[in-house]
């Protein structure tokens, strides 16, 4: 029977097929992938792109490790284990990834067996014994055994190849959503560091800071006192050690704040981190140099436009899934159903199973299936359109994704180059102050110069290193822009420049309306089989 029905297919399976046409809509042109934009001198460190040989990867995916900071080391470790929102992300991906397994499942037969027994009693005065009155009150037990269940469908205008291919570009663009996650939460947790640790540094700062402040009250006081100084002077010392109390308490909170969030990153409770900052074992995050030059296929590593682009590729894929809704269907869905079945009276039933297993016990049915989208109502047209407007809008998705990614490396490395002029401004600065204390001490202790303006100068010394300290902070954390913008060292990204996609290309060959003479004829093949 099977090998009956394969033997037609030659000859009026193109016939049938054409009838079975919808009318697909032409797809106009699509949108196209942007190139990536020129950007080299701004790449460049030294302004020229012959500075140096471009570095063909960086940052390192552990780019953490380059801070030398074991504390660092070990909050980042904690949070990629317990972090909630890295979990989800994790399950998302599970997902996407069950749902390839189901759309793979389409291209494969499915096989699967069955059995059914059934006892049946029939009524003593019921139909069946008025027809035949032996049967009445009769007792009987069946049994039948579906060996093979076999459903197929013929795959002919890869419809579901291509719905295989749209759900991996799912999941691929799930596992970049991961590493854009993870990136995400290990540079919020490098910042939160950087500004704990920077702000324990000033926090030890700004309580020398009050204790300068406060002996310079006390002198101007001593002063006032002795009719050696003015009150003017004790409200200014007054003033300078309420303002430096202020920060001290400002401080404080800002660091116990950094302190809960590098916490709640971790998926633990506030007391986790009370501690972390405090005493003398800190170890603050040391500065990373970059290489002299970065090419702009470093943008490759970024997980946010390989998810992009791995989207816009899973909408082609669609716009093949519907295009095939138009065509025709064949398939065996239940089709080959071999079986074996029996039935006795119940007072016979020892005999059941030799009869089940006899090859007159045998039967089976091949029906296969044929569907014809002749007229849907405009909705195959719809879901077209909407596939395809679904694809542009991925391909314009991943343009803004790219403009924004070359914004953002461009904005991060003019960050870190001005942070790191100012630190370097700043260091020199606080040497120059240094001397000046140094003098000033001398000066002091040679009895040219009084306890007020050693207190002055280290008042302005300890500003000088406030500032340097929230500096070399800002310079870190242009460090950490910059590593997110690059990717953060993502291993599996896209190539650039990426070669453009063509889902116009797939089926395009039948965009045209159904000639009337094949609706006509629709009946014809048809015939054929209930004819035979």
Same mark, same amino acid.
């Given at each position: 029977m099977i090998r009956w029905f394969l033997s037609l297919v030659p000859g009026f399976g193109v016939p049938l097929l054409l009838a079975g046409c919808a009318s697909m809509p032409s797809g106009g042109e699509r949108a196209e992938f942007l190139d990536p934009p020129?950007?080299?001198?701004? =790449?460049?460190?030294? /302004?020229?792109?012959?500075?140096?040989?471009p570095v063909k990867a960086w940052p390192d995916e552990q780019w953490w490790?380059?801070?030398?900071?074991?504390?660092?080391?070990?909050?980042?470790?904690?949070?990629?284990?317990q972090n909630?929102?890295?979990?989800?992300?994790?399950?998302?991906?599970?997902?996407?990834?069950?749902?390839?397994?189901?759309?793979?499942? +389409?291209?494969?037969?499915?096989?699967?067996?069955?059995?059914?027994?059934?006892?049946?009693?029939?009524?003593? %005065?019921?139909?069946?014994?008025?027809?035949?009155?032996?049967?009445?009150?009769?007792?009987?037990?069946?049994?039948?055994?579906?060996?093979?269940?076999?459903?197929?469908?013929?795959?002919?205008?890869g419809k579901n190849r291509a719905a295989l291919e749209a759900a991996l570009g799912e999941a691929a663009a799930e596992e970049a959503e991961l590493a854009e996650a993870r990136l995400l939460l290990t540079t919020a947790i490098a910042r939160a560091y950087i500004r704990g640790a920077t702000l324990a540094q000033q926090l030890g700062l700004v309580q020398h800071t009050v204790k300068v402040a406060r002996e310079s009250l006390q002198v101007a006081q001593t002063r006032f006192h002795t009719g050696l100084g003015a009150a003017d002077a004790v409200m200014q010392a007054n003033l300078e050690l309420?303002?430096?109390?202020?920060?001290?308490?400002?401080?404080?909170?800002?660091?116990?704040?950094?302190?809960? =969030?590098?916490?709640?990153?971790?998926?633990?409770?506030?007391?986790?981190?009370?501690?972390?900052?405090?005493?003398?074992?800190?170890i603050f995050p040391a500065m990373i140099s970059l290489p002299e030059h970065l090419p702009i296929e470093l943008l490759a590593h970024r997980p946010d436009l390989a998810a992009a682009m791995h989207r816009a590729e899973s909408a082609a894929e669609q716009i093949h899934v519907a295009k095939a809704q138009f065509l025709p269907s064949v398939d065996l869905t239940a089709a080959t159903m071999g079986g074996l079945e029996a039935?006795?009276?119940?007072?016979? &039933?020892?005999?059941?199973?030799?009869?089940?297993? +006899? /090859?007159?016990?045998?039967?089976?049915?091949?029906?296969?299936?044929? %569907?014809?989208?002749?007229?849907?109502?405009?909705?195959?047209?719809?879901?077209?359109?909407?596939?395809?407007?679904?694809?542009?809008? #991925?391909?314009?998705?991943?343009?803004? #994704?790219?403009? %924004?990614?070359?914004?953002?490396?461009?904005?991060?490395?003019?960050?870190?180059?001005?942070?790191?002029?100012?630190?370097?401004?700043?260091?020199?600065?606080?040497?120059?102050? +240094?001397?000046?204390?140094?003098?000033?001490?001398?000066?002091?202790?040679?009895? =040219?110069?009084?306890?007020?303006? &050693?207190?002055? &100068?280290?008042?302005g010394f300890l500003d000088e290193e406030y500032a340097l300290k929230a500096s070399e902070a800002d310079h870190l954390l242009a460090t950490v822009d910059l590593i997110q913008a690059l990717g953060g060292g993502y291993a599996n990204g896209i190539d650039l420049p990426r070669p453009q996609l063509a889902p116009e290309e797939a089926l395009s060959g039948l965009e045209t309306q159904t000639p009337a003479w094949a609706l006509e004829n629709v009946a014809s093949p048809l015939s054929l089989l209930f004819r035979n």
């Open positions: 020129s950007m080299e001198l701004t =790449l460049s460190k030294a /302004g020229r792109q012959e500075a140096a040989a490790w380059q801070f030398k900071s074991p504390d660092l080391d070990r909050i980042v470790e904690v949070a990629l284990k909630p929102g890295l979990k989800k992300a994790y399950a998302r991906l599970g997902e996407a990834d069950s749902l390839a397994q189901v759309e793979g499942a +389409r291209l494969l037969p499915w096989l699967d067996a069955d059995n059914t027994f059934r006892q049946l009693r029939y009524a003593k %005065h019921g139909v069946v014994a008025s027809y035949n009155p032996a049967l009445g009150g009769a007792e009987k037990t069946s049994d039948t055994l579906n060996a093979i269940s076999l459903r197929y469908e013929f795959d002919f205008w309420e303002n430096a109390i202020r920060i001290e308490a400002a401080t404080r909170a800002l660091l116990i704040m950094q302190q809960n =969030l590098l916490a709640r990153l971790m998926g633990e409770g506030p007391d986790a981190t009370q501690n972390l900052f405090a005493g003398e074992r800190v039935s006795v009276f119940t007072k016979n &039933i020892g005999s059941l199973f030799g009869l089940l297993f +006899r /090859g007159s016990a045998l039967n089976y049915v091949v029906a296969p299936g044929i %569907h014809l989208p002749l007229f849907e109502g405009g909705r195959l047209r719809g879901q077209l359109t909407a596939n395809r407007s679904l694809y542009d809008e #991925a391909v314009e998705v991943y343009n803004d #994704a790219l403009l %924004h990614a070359v914004q953002e490396v461009a904005d991060s490395l003019t960050n870190w180059k001005q942070t790191r002029a100012i630190v370097k401004a700043r260091s020199s600065l606080l040497n120059s102050t +240094r001397g000046e204390v140094n003098l000033t001490q001398v000066r002091q202790r040679s009895g =040219l110069n009084d306890r007020r303006e &050693i207190l002055t &100068i280290q008042h």
